[in-house]
């Protein structure tokens, strides 16, 4: 069965650092999204990653992908408060009859 | 705002009942998506519809069922109620609905603010 692991799953750090966190996979999947959570609140879509080595950034956040690591990673540069949230990572392996498969979340701190 | 929306906000009910959480999709979106999230189980996928028909199943248990209506909202169903199923649930709609990567799109999903339902 597929598994998603995310590391670290508490992270609190200072503004202005960078940090990357981690998004490991057991098997083949199609695509792998990364969400956003704030507290009490609903889930954002923030990445969609289709293909191996592929690269979006949208501000302070950048994500990418190595299919044949099985590794995603979500790097933060020059982290603010506002950036402090739950992120997870999902893979999606519904092409091949499977679901859709979340990691357990990387709750992030950043300290002003 | 994502265009989302869910009702209702809260449900509070006892083991045994039956309840229905209703989802409205954006406007355009053909595609619906149901989650859940909970303290033991984190977030889990439980099905998709793409206009009228189910596309794909997650995690749902066999007591839940959900149905898309013709005009694209979509109703999620969870009868016999146990203490456990206590969660919040989320609805998330897309644009595209194919799980195939030939279907092309990045396939985004926007989320409803979600139903939390507490059984006693």
């Known amino acids: 069965e597929l598994k998603v692991e995310q590391n670290p799953l508490f992270l609190s750090m200072q503004e202005g650092k960078n940090y990357t966190i981690y998004c490991n996979y057991s098997t083949t999947s199609d695509r792998l999204y990364w969400y956003r959570q704030d507290p009490g609140k609903s889930l954002e879509s923030l990445f969609v990653l289709l293909s191996n080595g592929a690269v979006k950034q949208e501000g302070r956040l950048m994500a990418s992908l190595d299919t044949k690591a099985r590794l995603s990673t979500l790097h933060i540069t020059a982290a603010v408060h506002d950036l402090s949230a739950t992120y997870f990572c999902?893979?999606?392996?519904?092409?091949?009859?499977?679901?859709?498969?979340f990691g357990k979340g990387t709750r992030l701190h950043i300290l002003p | 705002d994502s265009g989302v929306t869910q009702t209702p906000k809260h449900l509070i009910t006892a083991t045994g009942q039956r309840v229905t959480l209703r989802c409205s999709p954006r406007?355009?979106?053909?595609?619906v998506y149901w989650y859940q999230q909970s303290l033991d189980q984190g977030l889990q996928f439980l099905i998709q519809?793409?206009?009228?028909?189910?596309?794909a199943k997650g995690n749902i248990l066999e007591r839940f069922s959900a149905q898309q209506f013709p005009d694209l909202h979509s109703e999620l169903n969870l009868s016999s109620l146990e203490l456990g199923d206590s969660a919040l649930y989320f609805c998330a709609s897309s644009v595209v609905g194919s799980t195939g990567l030939a279907g092309g799109g990045t396939d985004t999903q926007y989320f409803g603010p979600g139903t939390r339902l507490t059984v006693l």
């Open positions: 406007s355009g979106d053909l595609s």
């Open positions: 999902a893979v999606d392996r519904r092409s091949r009859g499977d679901k859709i498969i």
């Open positions: 519809y793409y206009n009228g028909e189910e596309r």
